[in-house]
């Protein structure tokens, strides 16, 4: 059984900050890449952040320099920090497990909006 478990959405306002979590069993944790995809209303699913299991990330361009990705291994957990948030950023956050075989998260909802 694999899963994905996220936490940490819900409603901010413009400038402020979320800090998502998703914690993983079923899989070799240290082994996967683990990202963050985001999907707002009438968009494609797009990528937000990932960190290769060697600890390499790439951000969105709209993203870098607000948001952080990061990972405790030892947690089997991936983090998303989301600072300077902006209205634009609403919407549904899923977490990407990509190694052997790929799996998503259930998503999670944040809204920015004042």
């Known amino acids: 059984q694999v899963q994905l478990v996220e936490s940490g959405g819900g409603l901010v306002q413009p400038g402020g900050s979320l800090r998502l979590s998703c914690a993983a069993s079923?899989?070799?944790?240290?082994?996967?890449?683990m990202g963050w995809y985001r999907q707002g209303p009438g968009k494609q699913r797009e990528l937000v952040a990932r960190?290769?299991?060697?600890?390499?990330?790439n951000y969105a361009d709209s993203v870098k320099g607000r948001f952080t990705i990061s990972r405790d291994n030892a947690k089997n957990t991936v983090y998303l920090q989301m600072n300077s948030l902006k209205p634009e950023d609403t919407s549904v956050y899923y977490c990407?497990?990509?190694?052997?075989?790929?799996?998503w998260g259930q998503g999670t909802q944040v809204t920015v909006s004042s």
């Open positions: 079923g899989i070799i944790f240290s082994a996967y890449a």
């Open positions: 990407y497990a990509d190694g052997r075989f790929s799996y």
């Open positions: 960190m290769s299991s060697g600890g390499v990330t």
